[in-house]
């Protein structure tokens, strides 16, 4: 794949209305590029129909509170290619609740562009610690968080499946 040179091609927003089935298609794919050999079928299908819904995202581009940031995407000549969505956990402590890309674009540059922008918007909030899950065995995204200056903390049960570990990481911002 071709490094991203030309960041004219590249637009970095806040994610509204127009984003919703390319959040919705990101998120799914990545869901299932990400998982899919670590998990069954089945339960890969119940989190996507689940999180990944059009209508689902939909509320989450519409309704933002402390907790919840929305949606930040990565257009790519106009098509969602990347997207990434957090909160507020605490005083000055923020999280990334959800961060996917089109496994297709992957290895780029852009999904480490669309976490910079992120992080920067967090950083306008006050944000000093930013915490993120990644579930262990996750090959895709651990090497990436860590190369971006995630620490592992602790591990716990994953939320849903059960039967997999969660790495939890935090970063100084």
Known sequence: MKKLTNLDELTLMKAGRDEVKGIARVCSEGWRATYGYLEDEAYVNRV?????????IENEVTEFSENWHGYFVAKENGEV???IGGGTIGKEIGEIFVFYMNPNKRNRGIGSKLLTYYTEYQKKLGIK???LSAQKGNEKAIPFYEAKGFVKQSEKRSEGSGKHLSIRYMREI
């Open 48 to 56: 996507i129909e689940e999180y990944y819904n059009e209508n689902r």
């Open 81 to 83: 290619v990347g997207a």
């Open 129 to 131: 610690e930013q915490w």
